[in-house]
């Protein structure tokens, strides 16, 4: 499956890959031919294809998080197209075991992607020609997950889904940590703001600031919370 959205000169499209059904984004400019790929969570050769369908050049691979289902692509992306690999620290130890998780999850033989070239900060800007995307580091569903946000479109990762969040259940998880992450730094964003996540169909801030069970129990449980005495 492909989803394909454009403003301007900025072209994005979506391809569902792997096991997990994650869904791997190219961020491109039609003027330059420049692009960045989120997330190439397995299928490279289909990842590759779709950004030659849209005329640009991978030259930046930006993470969301370090699990295995984002990164299974990553080293066969960079191998092709020589793009540079960017992660939060956070998740550095996640990839570093990718190996030991593709044999406990999918009982196969891969090879760690590389390490990141460069290292992802909050409020960094990730940048090729024509194109610009500001991090924002939002751990809880592991330690370094960040977003990515630019012109009212928000590439999610496994943070915020339509109607769900991230697990927290896995090693580096912290459910009170995403919902900090959710309400205090997505929700800041425009309620019109586009959430393209890591698995699933698309949503917007405004949609789950008004349905997303989590989120409003969250808010709702911040709206009753006793205030500390004056």
């Known amino acids: 499956m492909e989803t394909e959205s454009g403003v301007s000169e900025v072209v994005v499209r979506g391809i569902v890959v792997g096991a997990f059904q994650e869904n791997c984004w190219v961020i491109g400019s039609r003027r330059t031919g ?12 289909e990842v590759l294809a779709m950004a030659r369908d849209m005329g640009v050049s991978i030259k930046l691979i ?9 990164v299974l692509g990553v080293g066969p992306v960079r191998e ?12 550095a130890a996640l990839v570093a075991s990718t190996a030991a998780s593709a ?43 960040v977003c990515f946000y630019a012109n009212g479109v928000l590439f999610g990762g496994d943070t915020l889904f339509a109607g769900s969040i991230g697990r927290t259940d896995l ?33 917007t801030i405004g949609q789950e600031r008004q349905r997303n069970p989590y989120v409003r129990m969250e808010l709702e449980r911040r709206r009753t919370a006793p205030r500390p005495p004056a």
């Open 34 to 45: 420049e692009a960045i790929c989120i997330d190439p969570g397995d299928e490279p050769g």
């Open 62 to 70: 930006a993470n969301s998080h370090g699990h295995i289902d984002h």
């Open 80 to 91: 092709a197209t020589g793009a540079k690999f960017l992660l939060h620290p956070g998740d």
């Open 103 to 145: 044999r406990r999850w999918l009982g196969a033989e891969i090879a760690d992607p590389p390490p990141p070239d460069a290292l992802l900060a909050d409020g960094d800007e990730v940048d090729v020609d024509g194109l610009k995307l500001r991090v924002i580091h939002t751990p809880g569903h592991t330690p370094g997950s």
């Open 171 to 203: 090693p580096g998880g912290d459910y009170d940590e995403e919902m900090r992450s959710i309400v205090d730094r997505l929700l800041a964003l425009p309620d019109d703001t586009i959430v393209l996540p890591g698995h699933m169909d698309q949503t």
